[in-house]
């Protein structure tokens, strides 16, 4: 009985504290092997970035720094959405054998059919979110359009802090094509499939979070903003002003977005917070990159990370 109350009492304790949900774009997370169904020579040891062991294990290492320090007064984020990760190899080191190991996290993963082997996945604390199941969703591919892009990663399960299901959705939407017409294209069935999610969802409790390669007040939101409430600034930050989560060109953006269903929002703070940690940067205050084109910069990522709490009611 003692053993019964003991563990009610810790649920309490985790249940009555905001609980932080993270997003972060890691930068080709790959390991070192060879995966004959993917384009990874890239990063192998004899491959174009020299991708070895040493290097990594450090990159391992720089993720579990930089998570240990969004934690929350020594309590570790309840829920770690990632994108760029290569299988599950690099999860189950990640969560097994590097530092972040302390934090016991359980992840969720669907290899997907990017041809460079890149996928978004998704890291939870059994003890505060319990899921119920998870799928993938395909973006289809047209005639026009021969590159296939990430899938999309539906998550649901209770989260006692809501005393209900939240569902969590994962997206790593495809870039802006230089050659424009097809990469908008192939942009407008993404978000027209993860519309789709949506409307199934309709009524339920969702967060959506990822990498959209657009800014807040890109026209492919339209849709997007009829379905859910953003919790990013709606304008792009210029060079040495704020914030962003991207620096392209000498200016700041927004392209990574937590958003929140509207019967979600009394439960969330009203605006994400950006990992700007000094050691994620450079002396110039950029993202402190893993890599510049070929060249081994020995950073952390080209994109910083972004969290909300989910606050108890």
Known sequence: MKHILAFLLLCLCLTAKP???????????????????????DFLPEGQ????????????????????????????????????VENDTVLRDLTRRSPLRIARYSYIH???????????????????????????????????ISQPTRDILHVW?????????????????????????????????AVTTLCGVLDELYGKKILLMGD???????????????????????????????????YFRKLWGYLDHILVSPNLTPYTEERIEVGDFPFL???????????????????FSDHLPIWVDLLSK
Not at 55 to 79: C, F, G, H, Q, V
């Open 110 to 144: 669907e290899e997907g059919p990017d041809k460079r082997g890149v996928d978004v996945a998704m890291l939870y604390d059994s003890l505060r979110f319990r899921p119920h199941g998870y799928k993938t969703v395909r973006i289809l591919s047209t005639k026009r």
């Open 19 to 41: 609980q932080r949900i993270v997003w972060w774009n890691v930068e080709n997370l790959f390991d070192c092997q060879h995966d004959s169904l993917k384009e990874d020579y």
């Open 281 to 299: 940067l450079t002396e110039k205050g950029t993202p402190w990159r893993t890599f510049q084109g070929p060249v081994y910069k020995g950073g």
């Open 212 to 246: 959209f390669n657009a800014e807040p007040d890109d026209k492919i939101f339209k849709d997007i903003y009829e379905r859910m409430t953003s919790l990013m600034p709606l304008k792009r930050k210029e060079l040495n002003q704020a914030r962003g989560t991207y």
């Open 157 to 189: 399960g209770d989260c006692p802090s809501l005393n209900d299901v939240l569902h969590i959705i994962i997206v790593h939407l495809p870039s802006r094509a230089k050659n424009g017409g097809t990469g908008e294209r192939h942009r407008r069935i």
């Open 49 to 84: 970035y020299h991708w070895t062991k040493g290097r990594y294990w450090k990159k391992l290492d720089n993720i579990s720094r930089t998570i240990a320090a969004i934690a929350d007064e020594d309590k570790w984020p309840m829920i770690i959405g990632l994108c760029e």
